[in-house]
Nanobody, 121 residues
Framework: QVQVAESGGGLVQAGGSLRLTCVVS????????MGWYRQTPGKEREFVAA???????DYLDSVKGRFTVSRDSAKNTIYLQMNSLKPEDTAAYYC???????????????WGQGTQVTVSS
């Protein structure tokens, strides 16, 4: 069975950094795009960043220049390096397989459980 597991969230002050990790098990997804979404209570899940199998990246405008998504396909793992964090980055961050499908179309088993990032001011 496919399992998606995020880790690395935590509480940081504005301007700080965190690195999120997502490990996928059950099968190889080296030919799939993978990425990150985030969600705050009462709001829709929002696309943050993605990386294709060939290494092309895409980002939410508000995180460009601050966040970097990368992957290690041999380990079925992706990362999100988050620098210069702002309070508005506070959210539960979710790893997703095939992120370009959009939040409403990504199959339930292609999501991780979420890891909380809280940025204080």
């Amino acid at each position: 069975q496919v399992q998606v597991a995020e880790s690395g969230g935590g509480l940081v002050q504005a301007g700080g950094s965190l690195r999120l990790t997502c490990v996928v098990s059950g099968r190889s997804f080296s030919t799939y795009a993978m990425g990150w979404y985030r969600q705050t209570p009462g709001k829709e899940r929002e696309f943050v960043a993605a990386i294709t199998a060939s290494g092309t990246t895409d980002y939410l405008d508000s995180v460009k220049g601050r966040f970097t998504v990368s992957r290690d396909s041999a380990k079925n793992t992706i990362y999100l390096q988050m620098n210069s964090l702002k309070p508005e980055d506070t959210a539960a961050y979710y790893c997703a397989i095939d992120p370009f499908l959009g939040a409403r179309a990504i199959p339930s088993h292609y999501w991780g459980q979420g890891t909380q990032v809280t940025v204080s001011s």
